[in-house]
């Protein structure tokens, strides 16, 4: 019975890339049940594979993409998962302050402490990191792979940059069965976490054991507001800004009156009108850096 996993997205790359990984875990003594996919839409059926014959450590090896494509199964078993931060934001992992080192992903994995942390999810499909309609969509959407291979997370501040004018839309979102925001909004944002990319911070003092999921609403107008509210989420925290609206809740229905764009986890998905939210408490095991 194999009781580790190692499931590795292809293209992504940490240090030495997975000839180092492989020989990392050999020094350790640990022979894993090893899949390799070219993308992470791929990973869903070897992981299942792998769970089904016993895996109860699985190590992911990629971006936010990956973990979020294996989050959903990983949590229909008794099983652990190991994060090995090889993608370009990497923001779950260093929101669980797990660092881009394979040595020491690896020493977290193995002897690290064990959190069951929440997930959320958008029409059924779980996240574990946010989740977004509207300008994070479009700019993940501009953030094209080749980009991000060639310039890193400065791909995600080229991509905001250009949809900074993006067409608004009229929202109407529902928190906890109660209505909570109608307007127009740029950007609705689901979070399971606190910081975001390059640095910014969307949440403040959001916790992915806490039974809740974080949400926010955007709604500036052009560069310079924009531009306000970005310097705001640097400085301090998004929800201090005067076009930015934040709350909590369990079950988030949001309504729009058109097809927006949306993601999760940095992965985009397609255009729709209707988004159901909902909060998965105490869902997956994640390996964490020890607390003592």
Known sequence: MTEVAVLAHRGKSLE?????LRRALKRRGVDPFWCVVDRSRDARKPLHQ???QGAKLVFVWGGDGMVQRCVGVISRFDAAMAILPAGTANLFASNLGIPKSIEAALDIGLGGDRLTLDLGSVNGEKFAVMAGVGFDAQMIHDARPELKR???RTAYVLAAAKNLRGEPFEAQVDVDGKRWFEGTAQCVLFGNVGDAFAGLTAFEGARPDDGLLEVGVASPNGILQWG???????LSHASESPFVQTTKG????VRLDRKVLHELDGSERKKRRKFLIDVHPRAIAVCVPTSR
């Open 228 to 234: 306000r509210t970005l310097a705001r989420s640097a």
């Open 150 to 152: 060639r310039l890193g």
């Open 50 to 52: 792998a769970l089904k």
């Open 250 to 253: 369990r079950s988030i229905d």
């Open 16 to 20: 030495g890339g997975l000839p180092a």
